[in-house]
């Protein structure tokens, strides 16, 4: 295992334990989506944990039983979610900065244009995450929503999501999608502007430098 995120060691959680809440934290997740195989293209975090599918098996039950995951049952698999005692040990670990967590998804809309929707803990993030985003859209939206579970494990005052909407036209070759959609560098340029984390590898940008204030 290597490449690993910072740790406080504040808890008695292992590397393999710890890794496998990096990815539960923000949402339920199938024992086929943490399996060792899937690990790294599923979650692009750039490490995996080292568990074998029995092995594996076994540190989710052990981590049931600690109350620190829950299970719930769906017709065609079981998946795991965060507890708020799960998310105390691993906050206490990986020190979340809270004010600058935020959610993206896109989707496409009936009439074929992409919509980027951003929910954020601070109106600031959210503001800077759509001026970040390429291209013009042909429409900008944001609310505040009060007292919401942006995580399952942990209540937040208030959200602030945006949402914007773009053209696609349906002529253009892949490659002037690509350009329309990231022009050049945007990628880069994203990544040193950001003020923003998703994951625990986008967390290392805003570690304190000592002690963990996040939790």
Known sequence: MSNLPH???ATSLSNDELVLLDVVFSGDVSFELLRRDAFHLQWNLGYAHDLSDIELREQLRRLCERHILATEDYPDCTRYSMTPIGGD???QERCPVWDRYCIQRNTTTRHDNTRTTVVAV???????FL???PGVPLRQRTVTIPGNRLLSWRLFPQLYAGLATYYEDPEWTFEEYLTHREPPGQSAMVERERSWWETVRDLQKFLPNAGCHAC
């Open 131 to 133: 001026a970040l985003c």
């Open 122 to 128: 601070s109106p600031e993030v959210r503001d800077h």
């Open 89 to 91: 040990l691993w906050s």
């Open 7 to 9: 740790r406080t060691n």
